[in-house]
């Protein structure tokens, strides 16, 4: 499960995707848009992509952490448009055998997504409006 959307994430769908009996541990990234950065106050985030590499890229994340750890399955959902504070801008679950490789390869994930995948964000705040330098594709979240 590899998706880029714009309705709001379900992360439950996610969960139920990579969920299996034979792994002992299920790990969750819930990256979700906070009211505040480098001091100031946000009032919102958006979120734009270049969709088709964008999802070429996790995909190849994902094969990477299911070759470099023995897990089960992995499920990546990054959504863009507009988005308000509290909810839900990325979501990675990832199931494994065991708990440790479970959470190296989602902290993997996640850390690699956030700075390879082209993924922009503008964020919104009382002093107006700008594109995050060092946001997804060219460095966070």
């Known amino acids: 499960m590899i998706?880029?959307?714009k309705q709001p994430i379900d992360c439950e769908a996610v969960v139920r995707f990579v969920a299996s009996p034979a792994s002992g541990?299920?790990?969750?990234?819930?990256?979700?848009?906070?009211d505040h950065t480098r001091g100031k106050r946000v009032t919102s985030l958006f979120y734009e992509a270049?969709?088709?590499?964008?999802?070429?890229q996790m995909?190849?994340?994902?094969r990477q952490a299911m070759e470099q750890w023995p897990l089960t399955e992995v499920g990546i959902v990054h959504r863009v448009g507009q988005l308000e504070i509290g909810e839900t801008s990325v979501f990675v679950a990832v199931s494994s055998p065991h708990r440790k490789e479970g959470f190296e390869a989602c902290r993997f994930i996640i850390d690699t997504i956030k700075t390879s995948v082209p993924i922009w964000k503008k964020e919104?705040?009382?002093?107006g409006e700008f594109w995050v330098d060092g946001s997804h594709g060219t460095g966070s979240a």
């Open 124 to 127: 919104f705040s009382e002093d």
């Open 25 to 34: 541990s299920l790990i969750t990234f819930d990256g979700r848009v906070r």
């Open 50 to 56: 270049y969709e088709d590499m964008a999802r070429n």
């Open 3 to 5: 998706e880029i959307v």
């Open 59 to 62: 995909a190849a994340i994902r």
